[in-house]
C-alpha cells in the first residue's frame, strides 16, 4: 500500500433558485455527442494541444472547459499511460502542485470539480422487493421477504427491485446484524419475532493507524462485509517503499536564494510521525458470523482512495471507489520570488514519476498474520477521455459475497472523480458534477455532469462501455434511471444562486462507446432547484422548490418526445417520494410558508391517478420537525400488508427523538403513534423558581425571541432564587451585563428588571442523538427500531414495547 500523503478534495454545496413553468420538449438539445478522435489503444490527446471544448449551445454535449464527455479510451499498456500522465501531468502541475496552494481545481485556471450530494446507499441480499405491475407502471408494495421458519420481516428500502444496497442494519427473520458506532452486534430473534437477545459484537475499528467511520454492511449467509471509509495517519509499521522503488522525494520549501535540489535525500515512505495523514483508505472488512456469540473479524482489505458507494445482484457486489493521485513529494516556494523554480522542479518531479505513483493499490490483512498488497488496477485497464478529465482513478471492484476476501482482479478505472452510483440489474452508472472555472468570483453557466456506463451482467468484472455528459448538475441516485437501454437523468442547469437556473429530465442511449442524448424535457422549475425524483416505469415524479413545491408528473414512454403530463403547486417540498400503488404515492420532506420559509416535517399523500391532475389529498406535518428520510431513502419503512409508513423524526423543540407510524390509505394519513427509545417523563420542561420572561414581545430578528422558538426560555432571577430550569441547560448572565454578552440591553427589551440579580437563558438540555432511531424493520407483527443505544421492539398493532436490547 502506499503511505503517502494523498491530495485533499474540495466539494462545493450547490444552491439554486428561482419560479415555475411547465416543461416541454427541447429539440435542440438532441443532437450527438462531439466523438473523439484518438484512436483505441493510444493515449488520448495531452498536454498544450488539449484544446477546451466549444460552449456554444449547438455543442453543448462536448461538456465543459477541461472535459470531453465522447468516448474514453483505453491505454494498451504502461508506457501509453506514463507519456499520458508525464506529458498532462506535467503541463498541468504548477508551483503548488496540481492546483493552487496545493488543492486540486480550487480557482484552477482550467476545470473546477464539485461533488453532488453523496450516494446514500441501502438494503440486504434477500431483499427481493415484491411489486404490482400494470400496463402504466411497477410499483413497490412492499420490502417483504420469507425466513426459513416461513416468518415474514421487511428488508431495507432499495432503489431497483433485485440490486441490494448496503446499510447499518440487515435481518433474514431470524437475526438482526446492526452496526453502532464502529460496533457491529449479533441479535438473536425469538421464534415469535416479539423479543431478542445479543448474542455477540466485534468491533471494527481499522487497522495499522486508521480511523474508520460511515460502516456499512451485506449481509451473506454466515459472513457480512462491512464497508467503511478510512483515514490514515503515520505509525504503520513498514515503509510504503523501499529505496530502490522510490523514484523521487519529498522536497522542503526553498529558500528564494538556495538552489533548488532536483535529487533531494528523503525518500518517499520514509519515516513519518504518528500523526501524519497518509491520505483517504476504503475498508472492506470481511466478519465471521458462525459463531454468534463470537463474531471475528477474519480479513481486512483496504483500498487507496475515498468509497463512493456499493450494490450487489446475488453475491456479486460492485464497490466504486475514487482514488486522488499520491502526494508525489512536490516543491512548495517559501516565497513569490521562488515559484517559478518550484514549478521547473515539479515538472521533473511528474516527469520521473512511476505508473506505481498515479494507479491504486490494495492490501488484505488476514487474521492469520499474513498480508497480500497488490495494485488495484493494471495500466492496460485505465481508461481516459480524449480531454484532459484529472487525475482522479474511478475504479469498480468486483467482490463475491460467497467467498473470503481475495485479491480483486479485472477492476475498471477510469480517470475521473466518482461522486453518485447508480445501478440497474445488468448496468451501472456513475456520475462527476463538473465545473467551469471561477473568473471575477462568478462562476459560469456552463457547467455539466459526466456520465460513465458499465457493464455488470453476469458475476465477471464490471466493464466500461461508454461516457457521455449532460448540462445540469444531478441531485442524487433517484435523479438517474435505465429503463430497457435507455438512461435517463434529471439535472437542474444554469448558474447556482441565481434566478436563471430550470431543470429537465434528459433521455441518452450508447452509440458505439458513446452515451448521446436523444431527447430532453426542460423548464421545469424556472429559478427553482430539483429536491426530488422517482422514476416509476414509463413515469417520472419531479418535485422542484423555491418557494412552492412543483410536483411534476413526466411522460418517459417515448423518449425521444418526453412531455409534463400535469403539475401541482403546494407549499413546502418533498426531498423523498415513495410509490405505494399505481395510483398513490408519498411525500417526505418539509413544509413551508408562502415565502419558502420551511416549518417542519411534512408527509403528503399524493394521488397521481390522473397523470394530467395530480393532486395533494392528505398531509401529516410537526412543526420544528426533521427527519433522516429526507435525505436517506434506507430510513424510510413502507409495510404493505398493514399500509403503514414509518419513519425516523426529531424536533429538538419538543425534545423528541423516536420514529413516527402512519396509516396511509387512499382515504388519507392516519397517525397511528410514536415510538421512542427513552422512558418517558411526565415531568415537564421549564419548571423554575425564576420569573420566566415572556418572549413575545420580542421580534423575529432578536435571538431572545428564537430561544423561545426552539423550546427554552429567559427567566429573571433574584439572588435567592435557585435558578436552572428542568429539562433546559440555563446560562446565567448578570442584569448589568446583558448588553456586553448580547449586545441588547434590559431597557431595549422593556424588561423591568428591579430587584432581580440575574437574567437566565436556559436552551434545551437534551441530547437526542444518542436516542434517536436510524432504522425500522417488520419481523412477524413487531416493529423493531435501531438508535446508536438500544434496539427496540414494539408490537406493530398497539405500539406497546415489547424488548430493548441495549447495545
Known amino acids: 500500500m502506499k503511505r503517502t500523503i494523498g491530495l485533499p478534495l474540495i466539494a462545493l454545496a450547490l ?69 499520458y500522465v508525464h506529458t498532462d501531468g506535467a503541463d498541468r ?65 432499495v432503489q431497483v427491485d433485485g440490486v441490494d444496497e448496503p446499510d447499518i442494519v440487515k435481518t433474514d427473520g431470524d437475526r438482526i446484524i446492526a452496526i453502532a458506532g464502529e460496533m ?105 458470523l458462525s459463531n454468534p456469540a463470537a463474531p471475528a473479524v477474519v480479513n481486512t482489505m483496504s483500498i487507496d482512495g475515498r468509497y463512493i458507494s456499493a450494490r450487489s445482484i446475488g453475491d456479486t457486489a460492485r464497490i466504486v471507489v475514487t482514488s486522488p493521485p499520491q502526494d508525489l513529494g512536490f516543491l512548495y516556494p517559501s516565497n513569490p520570488g521562488t515559484e517559478q523554480k518550484a514549478e521547473e522542479t515539479n515538472r521533473e518531479v511528474v516527469r520521473n514519476s512511476t505508473e506505481k505513483d498515479w494507479l491504486p493499490e490494495f492490501r488484505i490483512d488476514r487474521n492469520d498474520g499474513s498480508a497480500e498488497e497488490g495494485q488495484l488496477v493494471d495500466c492496460a485497464s485505465v481508461f481516459a477521455p480524449a480531454e484532459f478529465g484529472g487525475f482522479d482513478m474511478l475504479s469498480i471492484v468486483t467482490l463475491d459475497l460467497g467467498a473470503d476476501l481475495a485479491a480483486p482482479t479485472g477492476t475498471s478505472s477510469v480517470m475521473a472523480t466518482g461522486d453518485t452510483v447508480y445501478a440497474s440489474q445488468d448496468r451501472m452508472y456513475v456520475s462527476t458534477n463538473i465545473w467551469t472555472p471561477i473568473i471575477n468570483d462568478q462562476i459560469s453557466e456552463n457547467y455539466q455532469t459526466a456520465i460513465h456506463r458499465f457493464s455488470i451482467a453476469g458475476p465477471g468484472a464490471a466493464r466500461y462501455e461508454a461516457s457521455g455528459s449532460v448540462e445540469g448538475h444531478l441531485l442524487n441516485q433517484f435523479s438517474m434511471n435505465d429503463r430497457d437501454g435507455v438512461f435517463f437523468v434529471a439535472t437542474t442547469k444554469g448558474a447556482p444562486w441565481t434566478e436563471s437556473s430550470e431543470s429537465q429530465i434528459v433521455s441518452m442511449e450508447v452509440n458505439g462507446d458513446q452515451l448521446e442524448q436523444i431527447g430532453s424535457v426542460g423548464g421545469l422549475g424556472l429559478g427553482e432547484r430539483i429536491f426530488s425524483v422517482r422514476y416509476v416505469d414509463d413515469t417520472a415524479y419531479v418535485v422542484t422548490f423555491r418557494q412552492v413545491d412543483p410536483f411534476y408528473v413526466i411522460d418517459l414512454s417515448d423518449p425521444r418526445n418526453m412531455v409534463v403530463q400535469g403539475e401541482l403547486k403546494i407549499p413546502g417540498f418533498s426531498n423523498y417520494l415513495h410509490p405505494i400503488s399505481n395510483d398513490l404515492v408519498i411525500g417526505v420532506g418539509q413544509d413551508a410558508t408562502d415565502d419558502g420559509r420551511t416549518t417542519g416535517t411534512k408527509v403528503s399523500l399524493f394521488d397521481v391517478s390522473d397523470p394530467t391532475n395530480p393532486r395533494e389529498i392528505d398531509v401529516w406535518t410537526l412543526p420544528n ?76 430578528d432578536s435571538e431572545f425571541f428564537w430561544i423561545g422558538q426552539q423550546g427554552g426560555q429567559i427567566q429573571l432571577c433574584t439572588a435567592q432564587d435557585q435558578g436552572g430550569s428542568t429539562g433546559l441547560f440555563c446560562n446565567p448572565v448578570p442584569v448589568g451585563e446583558l448588553e456586553d454578552w448580547w449586545g441588547v440591553s434590559a431597557e431595549q427589551l422593556d424588561i423591568d428588571t428591579a430587584g432581580f440579580e440575574r437574567f437566565e437563558l436556559c436552551w434545551p438540555n437534551w441530547n437526542g442523538y444518542e436516542s434517536a432511531i436510524q432504522r425500522t424493520i417488520v419481523i412477524d407483527g413487531n416493529l423493531w427500531t435501531l438508535s446508536p443505544t438500544a434496539i427496540q421492539s414494539n408490537d406493530l398493532a398497539s405500539l406497546d414495547r415489547s424488548d430493548q436490547i441495549t447495545l
Open 15 to 83: 444552491v439554486t433558485a428561482g419560479c415555475t413553468s411547465t416543461g416541454s420538449v427541447d429539440e435542440s438539445t438532441q443532437s450527438s455527442a462531439v466523438p473523439m478522435t484518438s484512436a483505441a489503444g493510444t493515449p488520448p490527446g495531452t498536454g498544450s494541444d488539449v484544446e477546451p471544448p466549444s460552449t456554444d449551445q449547438d455543442s453543448a454535449n462536448q461538456g465543459p472547459v477541461g472535459f470531453a464527455p465522447a468516448a474514453l479510451q483505453q491505454f494498451g499498456d504502461c508506457s501509453a499511460f506514463l507519456d
Open 93 to 157: 502541475v504548477g508551483p503548488y502542485g496540481f492546483g493552487n496552494d496545493g488543492f486540486p481545481g480550487l480557482f484552477d485556471d482550467r476545470v473546477f470539480e464539485a461533488s453532488a450530494q453523496e450516494d446514500a446507499p441501502a438494503a440486504t441480499e434477500a431483499a427481493s422487493t415484491n411489486t404490482v405491475s400494470t400496463g402504466k407502471a411497477s410499483v413497490p408494495t412492499a420490502e417483504l421477504a420469507t425466513s426459513e421458519g416461513g416468518g415474514t420481516y421487511s428488508t431495507t428500502n
Open 184 to 288: 457491529l452486534h449479533y441479535i438473536d430473534i425469538a421464534e415469535d419475532g416479539v423479543t431478542g437477545t445479543k448474542r455477540g459484537s466485534v468491533a471494527l475499528n481499522g487497522q495499522n493507524g486508521s480511523y474508520t467511520y460511515g460502516h456499512e454492511i451485506f449481509l451473506a449467509g454466515d459472513r457480512a462485509f462491512v464497508f467503511a471509509q478510512g483515514d490514515f495517519y503515520g505509525g504503520y509499521a513498514e515503509p510504503a517503499f523501499t529505496d530502490a522503488e522510490a523514484d523521487f522525494v519529498e522536497i522542503a520549501p526553498a529558500p528564494e536564494d538556495e538552489p533548488i535540489p532536483v535529487e533531494p535525500d528523503f525518500p518517499i515512505g520514509g519515516p513519518v510521525g504518528p500523526d501524519s495523514y497518509l491520505g483517504p483508505q476504503t475498508l472492506i472488512i470481511e466478519v465471521d
Open 625 to 700: 420537525g426533521f427527519s433522516d428520510a429526507q435525505f436517506d431513502h434506507r430510513a424510510f419503512l413502507w409495510w404493505g400488508p398493514t399500509n403503514t409508513a414509518v419513519l425516523p423524526l426529531q424536533s429538538y423543540r419538543d425534545q423528541f427523538a423516536g420514529a413516527i407510524v402512519l396509516n396511509v390509505t387512499a382515504d388519507g394519513i392516519t397517525e397511528q403513534g410514536r415510538i421512542s427509545h427513552v422512558e418517558d417523563d411526565d415531568t415537564p420542561n421549564g419548571q423554575t423558581d425564576c420569573e420566566v420572561v415572556d418572549g413575545s414581545q420580542f421580534g423575529q
